[in-house]
C-alpha cells in the first residue's frame, strides 16, 4: 500500500511539473496581434491539401458529370487531395494538426472560422487579388457586408465567399400531411392536443450549434426569455433552449452529423422529418418523396468560406484555389451538385440553366436557398461561434462556446459512431539473424554466454531492456501526459488548449449530474455483465472442466472461442439486427402472443455485452476448475460431505480467483467500450463521453480528466482482485 501511495504521489507530481512547464499565454481574444497576410500569388508548389464538406470538392469519381476539381487541375499544376469532415469542430481540430502545417485550407462554417481566426490558424488575405469580389452578394462583401462577421474581423478578411444555405425542415411528402409550417412537429410532443404522429422518426444535427435551433423556435413561442439573437445566450435562455432539446430527444430516431445517414434514414423510412442541409434533400428525393421548407419561425444557416491555413505547405496553390471557387462557374456546378446558393450572384443565373426547364422556378425556391435573394439571405441566423460577450447591452453574460459544449452532451448523451483502425507488422529477416548466429564461432558464444552467467542482472537487464524502455516511455509516459492534460483547459473562445493547472474539468465532473449519471450507469452495467456472464460462464466451464470426456471436451471450448474468430463489428452488428425493431427477437415474442421490443435499450446493450464478453469469462474459470485435484474431492466425500458442501466448501474456494480473473475482463472491456454503445444503444457510457469530448467538443483535457474515472474505478477493482489472488487465474 505504501508503493501505491509513493507511485500517486509521484504521478501528481510530475502531473505538477508537466502542467506548470507547458503553461503558456494562450490567446482568449479575437485575435489582437496582425494576422499574416497574403497579398500576392506566386508559382504553384504542385500540391494541394484540403479540409472540406461533402459535396463540396468533386472530383468526377461520384459523377463524372460533376468534376470541378480535375480542371483546376489542369489549369494551375497543383494536385488536389481532400479530407472530409462531418463536423466544424472537426474541421478546427484537422487545422490545428502538425500546428496547422498538415492542411493547406478549410471550407469554414461561421462556427469554425470564428475559432480559427481567434486562435491564429488561418491567414488573412488581400481582396484585391480575387477580381470575383465584385460579384459577391452584398451581405457578404468583405467591406460593406451586413452579414460577413465569421470571415471579416477587425478590417481583417480571412478568406473567400463560397455557398451559403438553409438548416430547413425536411420532411416525407406521404407521411407528414398537411405539409409542416412550423418546427414544433419536430419539438412538440403533442400537436393539436394529442400525440405527436412523428414521435421516433424524427431527426436533428448531431451538433452544440444545434442549440441555436432549439433558441429560434423559442424566440417565437417564449418571447418572455427575451432572446434576440440564437447564438447570444444567457444563462436562463440557454437552460430554456436545453430543456427544449431534452425534451425532444424522446421524439427522435437518431441524431445524424454525416448528412447520408439522414438520407439513408428517409429512404428506409425510419425518419420522417426533422432538420436538413440542401445536399440531403438533393439526393433524398432521388428515392424518397421528399421536401423542404422555411417554418414561420425561421432558420438558422451557414455561409461557407475557403480559408488558408497560416503555415499552409502550399500557399500560392491555396491562393489558387480560393481564387478559381469564386468563378461563377464554379460555384454553378457546386450549386446544382449540393443544392446551395453560390456567393458570387453570377452563378445563379448559371444553376437556373443548369437545370434545365423550370430551372429559374428552382433556383428562385429554397431548394436552392433562394440563390441571389439578399432579404433571405439576411433572415439567416448563420452559424457562428458562441461568446462570452454579448453584443449589446448585457455585456460578458451570455454563454460561451464551451458551456454550449457541455450542454450538449447533457443533451445527447452518446452520438453515432464511426472508425476504427488495425495495424499489423510483420519480422522480415528473422531467418538470416539465426543464421547469424549458427555462424558465430562456439569460442564467442560461451565467453559471452559465461560473461552473462557470472553477471545475472546485466543479463537481465540485456533481455528485458528494450521492452522495459517501452513500457516506460510508451506506456507510462502516455499515462503520464494524460494525467498532466487532465489539469488544463480549453480557452472558451479560441477552443486552443492553455496549459495551466487547473482543477476545472474535475469540478465539471463533480458538479454536472449528467456526468455523474454516466459513470454510474457505465459501472452498473459492467458489474452487471461481469456477474450475468459469470452465471452464464460457471455451467459451461466446469462442464468442460470436470465433465466432459476428452474430445467433446476439445468441441465445448472451440465452441467457446469460435465466436471470436468472427469480426468484432460483424457480431455487433448482428446482434443489432436480432435486437432492433421487426427484428428476430420481436417476430420470436410475436408468435409467442408478446410484443416485446428492446431496440436500442440499455438491455439491448447489456445483453450485446454479455454476449461479446462470456467467452473471456468462461476460460478463466475453466483453467481455475482444471486446477481443482481431484483427490480434495474425493476426501471431501469420504469425510460425509455431499456435492452442495463439497463445493460451496472446497471448490468454490480454489475457483474463486479464476471467477475473478473473468470478471476483469468483462468489467473492464465493457467500462472502457463504446462501439457498442452507439451502434445498438442511445445512452451514453464513459466512452462515448471520452470520444465525444476529443472528436465532437474538440476538448482534450476535457477527455484526459474524465479517461481517469474508468482508470482510477479498474484501480480499486484490481487492487481487490490482487487480494483475492486472480491474477494467478489470469
Known sequence: ???????????????????????????????????????????????????????????????????????????????VSVKYADTSDEMVTLMRQGGGSVYDGVSASGN?????????????IDPALFPEFTNVISPLQPATGTNNSHYVVNGYVYGVPYMYGPNFLMYNTNLVKPAPKSWDITFEPTLNGKANPYAGKLTAYNDPIFIADAAVYLKTHNPSLGITNPYELTSDQLDAAVSLLQA?????????ALYTDEIDGFNNKSIVAGTAWPINLTYTKDSAPAAAVIPSEGVTGWADTWMISANAPHPNCMLEWMKYTMEPKVQAEVGVWYGAAGSNTKSCDLIAKSLGKGGAQLVNSVEYSFCGNVDFLNSLYLWRTPQAACGDDRGNTCMDYSVWSQKWTEITGASEGRRLSLATASAPGLVDVVSDEADRPAGTRTRVSAFLFRHPRLRLGGLLGAPGLWFLVVYLGALVVMYATAFWHLDAFTGLVVKQFSLSNFKRIVDVPVYRNVILRTAGIAAAVALTDIVLGFPVAYYAARLAPARRRTAVLIAIVLPLWANYLVRIF??????????????????AGMHVTIGSSLVAVWIVFCYLWLPYVILPIYAALERVPGSLLEASSDLGARGWRTFRKVVFPLIVPGIVAGSIFAFSLTLGDYIVVQLVGKSAFIGNVIYDSVGIANDIPFAAAFALVPLAIMSIYLFVAWRLGAFEAL
Not at 31 to 48: D, R, W
Not at 578 to 591: N, Q, T, V, Y
Open 574 to 591: 448482428a446482434w443489432k439486427l436480432i435486437l432492433s425493431p421487426g427484428g428476430l427477437l420481436e417476430w420470436l415474442f410475436a408468435k
Open 112 to 124: 469554425a472560422t470564428n475559432k480559427l481566426i481567434a486562435g491564429g490558424n488561418v491567414a488573412a
Open 1 to 79: 500500500m505504501r508503493r501505491l501511495t509513493t507511485a500517486c504521489a509521484v504521478m501528481g507530481a510530475l502531473a505538477f511539473v508537466a502542467a506548470a512547464c507547458g503553461s503558456s499565454n494562450t490567446p482568449s481574444g479575437g485575435g489582437a496581434a496582425a494576422p499574416k497576410v497574403y497579398n500576392s500569388i506566386g508559382q504553384g508548389e504542385g500540391a494541394l491539401k484540403l479540409i472540406a464538406w461533402n459535396g463540396y470538392t468533386e472530383d468526377g469519381s461520384n459523377d463524372p458529370n460533376y468534376d470541378w476539381v480535375h480542371p483546376f487541375e489542369n489549369q494551375t499544376g497543383c494536385k
Open 248 to 256: 425532444q430527444k424522446p421524439l427522435l430516431a437518431k441524431y445524424w
